[in-house]
């Protein structure tokens, strides 16, 4: 992909609001406990094998200071914040190992 082309499924869906109230009033009634989770590494945990189509290639050149030859860049191996496409390989990435685990998709939720 060049620079300035669009990127092809860069999103991460997002759950409704509605599910997050239907699972709080379900704990609340059930008397369960609910701990919150803050994915701090989630980008780096992603694979980009995650994605179905063929991972993106994206290469950076070292920041100012770094004792480099002038010219190197290096290759992004794992999807990183603020690249496009990698909230979408977090996504998938975490969807297929909820799955293995036994946890299955709520009926109101689209993604």
């Known amino acids: 992909m060049k620079k300035g082309e669009a990127y092809v499924d860069a999103f991460a869906p997002v759950p409704r609001s509605t599910a997050g109230r239907i699972l709080m009033s379900m704990a609340a009634a059930l008397d369960l406990e609910m ?41 992004v191996l794992q999807p990183l914040y603020g690249i496009p496409s990698s909230a979408r390989a977090m996504h998938l990435t975490l969807d297929k190992w909820m799955k293995s685990e036994g946890f299955t998709q709520s009926g109101f939720e689209d993604s």
Request: charged share 20%; net charge negative.
């Open 35 to 75: 701990h919150c989770v803050d994915f701090s590494q989630a980008f780096i945990q992603a694979a980009w094998s995650a994605l179905p189509e063929k991972a993106p290639q994206f290469f950076i050149r070292p920041p100012s200071g770094w004792d480099e030859e002038p010219g190197v860049v290096y290759e």
